[in-house]
C-alpha cells in the first residue's frame, strides 16, 4: 500500500469508523430512496425474505447469529417457517463486564427450536492480531471473526439480521438528532455538518490534532465524501438514510465480514440485503420506517414479527452484538494502549502525533470520555495493522494479553 493510500485509509476509519475510499462496487445513488407506490409492503417483505432462506440454504443444519434484537429474531423466525424441519444453531455472544442480552436470545431461539450456542469474551482485545490479519485493515470491533469461527464449527453457511438497520430505519437516536437541529434553509454541506455531530462518538472534537505531518488531516476532505447523500431532491431523512447505507455498512461490515467469511470458507446468508429486497425497501416511503413523533424504527419488520412471536421478545430499543467499551478499556485497552503506544511505529513515521496521545491517554484516568476511548482502540487496531503489514514485525498469531 503505497503512502497516499494509507493516509487517506487512517484519516477516514480514525474519523468515519469506516472507510469509504476503498474500492467495494457501487454506491447506492438518491435514486434508491424515491419513494415509490408499495402496495401490500408488509406481505412481499416477508416473502422477499422467505424466498431468499428457501433458495441459499443447502443441507441440513444451518447457524445463526441470534443478538435478540428485531432483525436477527425476525430472520430466526421466518427460517422456521421456510424451513420447518432445519436444525437451527443460534449463536449469541456474550461481552465481559457488558450488558448480556444473551438470557432474551436463549428465549427466542427455545421457542423456534433451535439448539443456542453463547461465545464469552473476557479480553475483545486479545485475537485483534488475527483478525487484523484477515481483514488487512485496522480496525478494532472485529466481533464478527469470534462469530464466524464458531459458526463453521456446526454448519458450512451462517444467516444474519444485518442491513435491518440501514433500509428499514434502525438508527431513531441520530434521526431524532438530526431532525430536531434541521432546517429548510441549510446547504448540503451544513446537513453534512449536522449529520456528522449526530455520529459524535466516531470523531474527538481536537480531531485534526491527533494527525501527524504525514497524514495531513484536513475535515474537507471527510466532508467531500458526504456531501453527495445531502445534495440531492430526497426529505432530509431519506438523505440520512443514504448516507448511512453509503457508511458502515458499505464500507465497514460489508468488506470485513466478507473476508471473514471467506477466510473460513462459510457461506454468508443476509436476507435482509438481497438485491431484490434492497431495491424494493430503500423505495419505501420512510413514514412507513420510521415513526418520528414515537421516535420508533423499523416499522415494517416488527409488524411482519409481532405475527410470529409474543410482543414482549420484540425488543423497544436497538440490540446488537456490542461491548462496553468503557469497562473494555479499564479491563484490557488503557494496558495495552501503555504497551503499544509507548513506542508507537504509527507516531514514529509520523502519522499520529505524539502529544495528542500523552495528553489524552493520562486524562482518561479522570475521566472516561468513550469518544477517546473509541480512538486510542482506533489508534491500537491501526498500530497492530502498521506492525504486521509495514514495518512486518508482529506475527498474525500474536496473542494481546494484560
Not at 500500500?1 to 454506491?27: A, C, F, H, V, W
Request: one cysteine or more; glycine letters at 4%; proline letters at 3%.
Amino acid at each position: 500500500m503505497n503512502l497516499d493510500n494509507i493516509s487517506t485509509m487512517i484519516k477516514e476509519i480514525l474519523t468515519l469508523r469506516y472507510y469509504p475510499s476503498q474500492s467495494t462496487g457501487p454506491k447506492y445513488t438518491a435514486s434508491y430512496f424515491e419513494p415509490k407506490k408499495t402496495p401490500n409492503y408488509l406481505e412481499h417483505i416477508e416473502n422477499l425474505i422467505l424466498n431468499t432462506l428457501k433458495n441459499e440454504i443447502r443441507g441440513e443444519k444451518i447457524s445463526v447469529a441470534l443478538s435478540g434484537g428485531v432483525d436477527s429474531t425476525l430472520v430466526m423466525a421466518l427460517l422456521r417457517k421456510a424451513l420447518p424441519d432445519i436444525q437451527i444453531e443460534a449463536i449469541s455472544v456474550k461481552f465481559a463486564d457488558s450488558i448480556d442480552e444473551t438470557k432474551i436470545a436463549r428465549t427466542v431461539a427455545d421457542k423456534f427450536n433451535a439448539n443456542h450456542h453463547i461465545i464469552t469474551i473476557d479480553n475483545f482485545l486479545e485475537q485483534l492480531p488475527k483478525a487484523i490479519s484477515i481483514i488487512k485493515m485496522p480496525f478494532w470491533d472485529t466481533h464478527w471473526y469470534h462469530m464466524v469461527k464458531t459458526a463453521k464449527q456446526f454448519s458450512n453457511s451462517l444467516v444474519s439480521g444485518d442491513g435491518g438497520d440501514e433500509l428499514f430505519g434502525g438508527y431513531t437516536f441520530r434521526y431524532e438528532k438530526f431532525l430536531l437541529n434541521y432546517n429548510s434553509k441549510m446547504s448540503a454541506l451544513e446537513k453534512t455538518k449536522l449529520y456528522l455531530e449526530c455520529h459524535e462518538r466516531d470523531w474527538v472534537p481536537n480531531q485534526e490534532k491527533l494527525f501527524g505531518e504525514k497524514s495531513s488531516f484536513s475535515w474537507n476532505q471527510i466532508y467531500y465524501k458526504l456531501i453527495p447523500y445531502f445534495d440531492n431532491s430526497l426529505s432530509p431523512l431519506d438523505q440520512v438514510f443514504l448516507a448511512d447505507i453509503n457508511g458502515k455498512l458499505l464500507y465497514n461490515w460489508t468488506p470485513l465480514n466478507s473476508r471473514f467469511h471467506e477466510y473460513f470458507d462459510l457461506k454468508s446468508i443476509t436476507p435482509l440485503l438481497s438485491k431484490e429486497l434492497t431495491e424494493y425497501a430503500s423505495h419505501l416511503d420512510n413514514s412507513f420506517k420510521y415513526d418520528q413523533q414515537e421516535n420508533i424504527g423499523k416499522l415494517p419488520l416488527r409488524q411482519i414479527l409481532s405475527k410470529h412471536i409474543e410482543p414482549a421478545l420484540i425488543t423497544s430499543k436497538k440490540q446488537g452484538f456490542s461491548v462496553n467499551t468503557t469497562n473494555l478499556w479499564k479491563s484490557h485497552g488503557r494496558k495495552l494502549c501503555d504497551y503499544y503506544l509507548d513506542n508507537s511505529r504509527i507516531v514514529q513515521d509520523r502519522w499520529i502525533n505524539k502529544e495528542w496521545i500523552t495528553n489524552h491517554l493520562g486524562s482518561l484516568d479522570k475521566d472516561s470520555d468513550v469518544r477517546y476511548i473509541n480512538k486510542f482502540l482506533g489508534l491500537l487496531a491501526f498500530e497492530i495493522w502498521y506492525r504486521i503489514f509495514i514495518t512486518k514485525e508482529m506475527k498474525e498469531d500474536t496473542v494481546l494479553t494484560t
